[in-house]
């Protein structure tokens, strides 16, 4: 059974609609990692399949309960961190996670102490002191350790640099293999997740546009170059050299149909996500020289 599941849901704000009939399953031990652009949703769809804001439609499940009611019960399995990292003035890094200890009987102090190594967080500064960075690796370090087994983070890596991304990575890859938790993480950048997500749902405006395995995009997108003819109709952001070849982004490739002169190289992620994105171009006409 699916740790979480979305059907439809829907929110409006007055006459403008934030997320569209978002459905989606979850499937036990995933990372699924929502992208989109500033705005597309990805905080609402977060919210909603939570139950913590209010659907205008649809409904979510989590562990088979209704997100409407989760209780204590539910909410000890699922950790998740907030974009806006709200907390008490007075509490400090450590004071922080005595609190959270104090909830979860499952509390694993040995994870906990290697988490804040690992992130080297100052124990015993205010939270309001810390960088933006260090109040999410703080947040963070008080999910981990009751070892959820659902996951949800809103743009954990935002304002984080790239060795603390990185360790944070490494710290949910670890907890991803020690439990097999279920998780979900949206992010504006895929590359910051690239090690760690096995699935990608992307929105915009609203709308769930793509829900895939990352595996099954990396096999079928390929950059191509042809040095002669006619490209494929299916494929994307045609561009025509001077010497007579095409260059395009194939997002079905085939080798058993591409041209046999054709040349394809595999795409980062981040390109592949561009594509999507960007979408199919036009068709662009030859390069004009002047001289
Ligand atoms: N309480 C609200 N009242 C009115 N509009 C809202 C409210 N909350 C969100 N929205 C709108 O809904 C849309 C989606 O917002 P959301 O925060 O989910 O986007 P996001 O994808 O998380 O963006 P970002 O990447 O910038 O954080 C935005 O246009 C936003 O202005």
């Not at 025509?240 to 002169?261: K, L, M, N």
Request: charged share 20%; glycine share 6%; hydrophobic share 40%.
């Amino acid at each position: 059974m699916s740790p979480l599941t979305a059907h439809q849901l829907t929110r409006r704000f007055g006459r403008y609609t934030a997320v569209a009939q978002f459905s989606g399953h979850f499937p036990a031990g995933s990372v699924s990692v929502i992208c989109g652009a500033n705005g597309a949703g990805k905080t609402t769809a977060l919210r909603l399949m939570l139950g913590l804001l209010p659907a205008s439609y649809g409904h979510a499940t989590i562990f088979g309960v209704d997100h409407r009611q989760l209780g204590p019960r539910e909410w000890a399995r699922i950790g998740y961190v907030s974009e806006d990292l709200q907390h008490h003035r007075a509490l400090t890094v450590d004071t922080l996670l005595a609190r959270w200890r104090s909830l979860y009987p499952q509390w694993d102090r040995q994870l906990e102490r290697r988490i804040v190594d690992a992130l080297e967080l100052p124990r015993h500064q205010r939270l309001t002191t810390l960088s933006r960075g260090q109040r999410m690796k703080a947040h963070l370090a008080s999910v981990l350790p009751y070892r959820p087994e659902l996951l949800v983070l809103d743009e954990p890596f935002s304002g984080l640099d790239l060795v603390t991304r990185d360790q944070v990575v490494q710290q949910l890859v670890d907890l991803v293999a020690e439990d097999g938790t279920t998780v979900l993480v949206s992010s504006h950048e895929i590359s910051d997740v690239e090690t760690l997500a096995d699935r990608l749902l992307w929105i915009r405006r609203g709308h769930l546009r793509l829900e895939t395995e990352i595996e099954s995009l990396r096999a079928r997108f390929r950059r191509v170059t042809q040095p002669f003819g006619e490209p494929p109709p299916h494929v994307w952001q045609v561009q025509r050299h001077e010497d007579g070849s095409v260059s395009y982004i194939d997002p079905q490739f085939d080798p058993a149909t591409s041209p046999p002169e054709a040349t394809a190289t595999a795409l980062p992620l981040r390109d592949i996500y561009l594509a999507l994105v960007r979408g199919p171009q036009p068709t662009l006409p030859p390069p004009v020289t002047i001289v």
